[in-house]
T-cell receptor, first 111, second 113 residues
């Protein structure tokens, strides 16, 4: 059975801190790993990673994949209160774009 | 910009009622999905569709049913709502293939009393 595990479950930091969120996966026929940000409603797409060692970056957010060790990290630098959300990691198998989601990391950024 | 819509956004309904949650997308995506998410928990896939007239059950067993008569429309129906159906239901769509991200709708928060 495919499995995605995220850690920590929750995290409280202050504005300006840097955070690292972890995602490990066990997926048959792994194809890609996705990160989403979920505030009060729908998850919004952040990154898709398909190759090991290649960092994807968008502003203060960056992510990297290690296909040998089966994990990914999401880094957020200089955190802001608007970064407060649940961050979801999902692994995609090769069987037609089916995502297995992790339980999410709840990030709270205090002023 | 992703355009995927869900209605209603919130629904409180009594036990035994039949309900249909609507999901529409204007991107022409072939694949559509329904997820169920309890507060603070993972998203679980309950139904998906590869295209018109195609529907499949997901990993999480659900008493709901779906239909896909038009590409843009993927409604979910509960014939007789129960309190155990109280949850958030998220609809998503994507192009086929594992290198395309799924776009999510805003969700329907269902409460069955």
């Amino acid at each position: 059975e495919d499995k995605v595990v995220q850690s920590p479950l929750s995290l409280v930091v202050h504005e300006g801190d840097t955070v690292t969120l972890n995602c490990s996966y066990e997926v048959t026929n792994f194809r890609s790993l996705l990160w989403y940000k979920q505030e009060k409603k729908a998850p919004t797409f952040l990154f898709m990673l398909t190759s090991s060692g290649i960092e994807k970056k968008s502003g203060r957010l960056s992510s990297i994949l290690d296909k040998k060790e089966l994990f990914s990290i999401l880094n957020i630098t200089a955190t802001q209160t608007g970064d407060s959300a649940i961050y979801l990691c999902a692994a995609n198998n090769n069987a037609g774009n089916m995502l297995t989601f992790g339980g999410g990391t709840r990030l709270m950024v205090k002023p | 910009e992703a355009d995927i819509y869900q209605t209603p956004r919130y629904l409180v309904i009594g036990t035994g009622k039949k309900i249909t949650l609507e999901c529409s997308q204007t991107m022409g995506h072939d694949k559509m999905y329904w997820y169920q998410q309890d507060p603070g928990m993972e998203l679980h896939l309950i139904h998906y569709s590869y295209g018109v007239n195609s529907t499949e059950k997901g990993d999480l067993s659900s008493e709901s049913t779906v239909s896909r008569i038009r590409t843009e429309h993927f409604p979910l129906t509960l014939e007789s709502a129960r309190p155990s159906h109280t949850s958030q239901y998220l609809c998503a769509s994507s192009w086929p293939g594992p290198t395309y991200e799924q776009y999510f709708g805003p969700g329907t928060r269902l409460t069955v009393t």
